[in-house]
C-alpha cells in the first residue's frame, strides 16, 4: 500500500514503484517498472519499432526532491533493432531527459532564469558542467518551439551589445510593443541584420511599421533594403548622447588648457565631477550658477552648453513641421559656432534629418533595447562572462526574451 502510494505521488504513466532499494536523511532510491509493454520508440530515428527486445538495461535517474531528501528512479530501458539504420539503439522515453526526468530538468531551467549555473548547481547537489548540459539542452528544446517561428513585430529595434573583448558581438532584434527579444545572432553589421529579415520574409517584413535605431550605417542600409514601408526613426537617447559626447569632448579640451594655464577656477568647474551637471537635459540651479561663471570664464564650453539646451527644443516642438524648423536652426547654429566637434556634429544630423523628425510619426524609442542591454550586462557579469556564444544567445533568451519560464507559468 505504501509504494503504491509512492507511485501516485511520482505519477509515471505506465510505471509503478517495485521496490525502494535506499532510503537515509540525503537521498531515496526507487525501482520502477513498466505496468504494461508497449512498443519501444526508437532514440535514433523516433520511429515506433515493433522488432523484439534485445536487451535491457537499468538506468539511474534524478527526478524532483521529496521532503528534502534528493530522489533516484532505476529504470528500466529496453535496447532493440533500428529498423533505418539496422542497429542496437536504446529506446527514448519521453519523460527523461538523458539521466534527470523531464520536470526536474525544466525546475534547473527554471532556476538558472533566476541565478547563475554554479549556485542552482549548488542549490542541487549537481556539478556545474551537468548543470550547463541540462540547461542549455532544455534552451535548445524550447527554442525550436519559440524562437524558429518568429512572429513580425509592429515595432521594433536593433541594437548591439559585447559579449567577449575584442570587439565581438551580439546583435538583439526587439519586439517593442511585447517588450522582449525575438531575436539574435552573433556578430554585428549589414550582413547579420540581413539574415533577419531574410528569415521573415517579404510578407512579414511588410508587417513591420516602425524600427528604431541607434543610426549606426550598416542597420540603415539593411533595414532601408527591406522595409521599403517602414518608418527609420533616430532613437532621440541616442541623439542626446551624441549631444553629451560632443559637449564632453569640448570639456576635456578645454580642462586640459586651463590646467595648462594653471587656471583654477575654470579647472574646478570643468573637472570631471562637475560632468554629470553638466551633462543633465534638466535645467537645475546648480546647472545655471555653472552657465552664468562659463559666460565669463570659457565662450566655447557655454556656447556648447547653450547648443544643448537649444537642440532640446526640435523634442518639445508640437508638430514634424515645427521640429523641422528648429532642427534646420540648430544645425546652422551648430555649424556657425565653429567648435569642431559640434560642427560634425551638425553635418551629421544634417545627414540624418529625415530618421530625426520620423520620431514625430512613428514615436518610439529604443529605450527597451538600453534596458534590456542593462540586463544582459549583468548577465554576463553573474556568469563572470561567457565562453559559448551559442548558449549565451540562449540565455539571452531566457532572461529577456521568448525563452523565459514566466511565458509559460
Not at 559579449?163 to 532584434?173: E, F, G, S
Not at 522595409?227 to 560632443?246: G, Q, S
Not at 559640434?342 to 530618421?355: A, E, I, N
Amino acid at each position: 500500500m505504501q509504494l503504491d502510494s509512492v507511485t501516485e505521488l511520482l505519477g509515471i504513466a505506465n510505471y509503478k514503484v517495485a521496490y525502494m532499494v535506499r532510503n537515509n536523511k540525503e537521498r531515496t532510491d526507487l525501482v520502477l517498472r513498466r505496468i504494461e509493454e508497449e512498443p519501444c520508440v526508437c532514440s535514433g530515428c523516433g520511429k515506433v519499432h515493433h522488432t523484439p527486445v534485445h536487451s535491457t538495461d537499468t538506468v539511474i535517474v534524478e527526478d524532483l526532491p521529496i521532503s528534502g531528501k534528493r530522489v533516484f528512479l532505476h529504470v528500466p530501458k529496453r535496447r532493440s533493432l533500428c529498423c533505418e539504420d539496422e542497429s542496437i539503439r536504446t529506446e527514448e522515453l519521453q519523460w527523461l531527459r538523458g539521466r534527470v526526468t523531464l520536470r526536474f530538468a525544466n525546475q534547473i531551467y527554471r532556476l538558472t532564469s533566476i541565478t547563475t549555473n554554479k549556485e542552482a548547481g549548488w542549490f542541487l547537489g549537481l556539478d556545474d558542467e551537468k548543470v550547463y548540459r541540462i540547461d542549455r539542452g532544455m534552451l535548445e528544446e524550447l527554442a525550436l518551439q519559440r524562437v524558429e517561428k518568429i512572429k513580425p513585430p509592429r515595432n521594433m529595434s536593433v541594437d548591439e551589445v559585447a559579449w567577449q573583448k575584442w570587439h565581438k558581438y551580439v546583435t538583439n532584434v526587439i519586439d517593442i510593443d511585447n517588450r522582449k527579444v525575438i531575436w539574435n545572432h552573433e556578430g554585428r553589421g549589414k550582413t547579420v541584420l540581413d539574415k533577419f529579415y531574410h528569415k521573415l520574409g517579404k510578407k512579414g517584413c511588410g508587417k513591420i511599421e516602425a524600427v528604431a535605431s541607434d543610426g549606426a550605417r550598416e542597420f540603415l542600409s539593411s533595414t532601408k533594403k527591406h522595409l521599403t514601408k517602414a518608418v527609420i526613426v533616430l532613437d532621440h537617447f541616442h541623439v542626446k548622447k551624441y549631444l553629451n559626447d560632443a559637449v564632453d569632448t569640448v570639456r576635456k579640451e578645454e580642462l586640459r588648457k586651463a590646467r595648462q594655464q594653471d587656471n583654477k577656477e575654470l579647472s574646478a568647474i570643468l573637472h570631471c565631477n562637475k560632468r554629470f551637471i553638466l551633462m543633465q537635459n534638466t535645467v537645475t540651479d546648480k546647472k545655471t550658477n555653472i552657465l552664468h561663471k562659463l559666460e565669463s570664464l570659457n565662450e566655447r564650453v557655454y556656447q556648447s552648453m547653450l547648443l544643448k539646451e537649444q537642440f532640446l527644443s526640435v523634442y518639445t516642438a508640437s508638430d514634424r513641421q515645427a521640429a523641422y524648423t528648429n532642427l534646420r536652426a540648430w544645425i546652422s547654429a551648430a555649424i556657425r559656432s565653429n567648435i569642431q566637434p559640434l560642427v560634425d556634429l551638425g553635418y551629421k544630423f544634417f545627414r540624418k534629418r529625415h530618421y530625426v523628425l520620423n520620431y514625430f510619426i512613428g514615436k518610439i524609442t529604443s529605450a527597451i533595447s538600453e534596458r534590456i542591454n542593462n540586463k544582459i550586462k549583468r548577465l554576463k557579469l553573474m556568469a563572470y562572462g561567457y565562453r559559448d556564444v551559442k548558449y549565451f544567445l540562449l540565455k539571452i533568451h531566457q532572461h529577456c526574451g521568448l525563452l523565459s519560464p514566466k511565458l509559460s507559468t
